[in-house]
């Protein structure tokens, strides 16, 4: 069987797994360095009969993302820094009425308008609290080509299963690197279409009323049920509730909907961790340079190993907490100010063990910045 392998962009290979895992409509506005997903869609999407619009904002985008995944059809959007501020509401009305959507947020220095050309992992945290209230949110990253691939695919899976949006957080070093990439074939990967109610026409829908499972069949708005969305506390017809009892339930639910099943969504790499006494844990584009560091350093007889999350939240805490169990250093590797060490901190058992390699100044962080860190920690035998 022939393979097809493409030489491509890392903003390009989220668009061909995008639609092998079944896009059909995009919303976004362009901004660097995510615009050239908006770019291939507008070309793609009309080829296969699905929907490219360019929306006049961030905050449009994601509202027609949102409309056009409750009439059915898997969707998502693409930005950055800037413009996923502008989608925080739009995120928490999803979260909510529980609407299956995808947003890319191709990562660029910060705050504000910052470094818009530069590379950052400044938005980890933002992920997840961003949007205001209780809420448990899935956000997926990735650090090589194959990888983004699968974790694209990964999203909407995880979208469609429970109900929810899922955020990926690539960078834009990640985003515009070119490198090799083995497009799997049709059948490859398992794909999770969209559960719809197996209620008939005219018997009472409940649009909120999770199966045995968890799971939420949906009915595709403005098809054969009326039922009502909204972003206020709701019950499980969907119509607005101040009971107590239905507003704790109903964000009790959204929140164990997603952390009960963390072991389910988690995704990871590890590289030489068997008998590792140094642990570096990294992400994202960071986790090349970690990698490299490895490599290096297992090569002298060094006991190093790395651990490379792909899913950011629901944060893996029983993961970390087993494979740096035995660990005397672990360092965290990444490009911001720590967003990603306070979770370590919190897992192992030990947080005066956990050390920070990084850099905020929008230069990619190098080998040789992880090895002098490690050479200061190493050195004084912290």
């Not at 691939?149 to 690539?170: D, Q, S």
């Amino acid at each position: 069987m022939s393979q097809n392998i493409r030489f491509i962009q890392g903003n390009e290979v989220c668009v061909e797994a995008a639609l092998y895992a079944g896009l059909n409509f995009f919303a976004g506005y362009p901004i660097t360095p995510s615009t050239e997903i908006a770019e291939h869609l507008s070309l793609r999407l009309p080829q296969i009969k699905g929907r490219f619009i360019q929306m006049e904002d961030e905050i449009a985008s994601v509202c027609a993302i949102i409309g056009a995944s409750l009439t059915g059809h898997k969707v998502m959007t693409a930005t950055s820094g800037p413009g996923f501020s502008l989608m925080q509401e739009g995120l928490g009305y999803a979260i909510m009425a529980e609407i299956p959507c995808v947003i890319i947020n191709v990562q660029r220095g910060g705050p504000s308008t910052g470094l818009p050309t530069s590379v950052s992992q400044g938005d980890v945290g933002q992920a997840l609290w961003g949007t205001h209230g209780d809420h448990a949110v899935i956000a997926m990253t990735a650090s090589n080509h194959q990888d983004i691939f699968a974790m694209t695919v990964h999203a909407f899976n995880m979208a469609e299963t429970y109900r929810t949006p899922v955020i990926l957080l690539f960078d834009e070093v990640t985003g515009h690197m070119r490198e090799r990439l083995v497009i799997p074939e049709p059948g490859e990967f398992p794909l999770v279409e969209r559960l719809r109610t197996s209620v008939k026409e005219g018997v009472d829908y409940h649009p909120y009323l999770p199966r045995e499972d968890g799971r939420l069949p949906m009915s595709d708005f403005g098809g054969k049920h009326r039922y009502n969305v909204t972003g206020l506390a709701h019950d499980m017809w969907g119509f607005p509730s101040n009971n107590p009892s239905v507003v704790q339930g109903l964000l009790r639910h959204l929140v164990d909907k997603i952390n009960n099943n963390s072991h389910n969504i988690t995704r990871y790499n590890e590289y030489e961790m068997e008998d590792a006494r140094t642990v570096l844990i990294s992400y994202g584009s960071s986790a090349r340079s970690a990698l490299h560091v490895v490599k290096n350093r297992r090569a002298r007889g060094e006991r190093i190993g790395l651990l490379e999350l792909q899913t950011l939240w629901p944060f893996p805490f029983g993961l970390v907490r087993q494979k740096c169990a035995d660990a005397k250093y672990i360092v965290v590797v990444e490009m911001n100010m720590g967003q990603i060490l306070q979770p370590v901190r919190m897992a192992v058992d030990n947080p005066e063990r956990v050390y920070l390699a990084n850099r905020i100044d929008g230069v990619f962080i190098t080998p040789t910045d992880i090895k002098n860190i490690l050479r200061i920690i190493q050195g004084r035998g912290m």
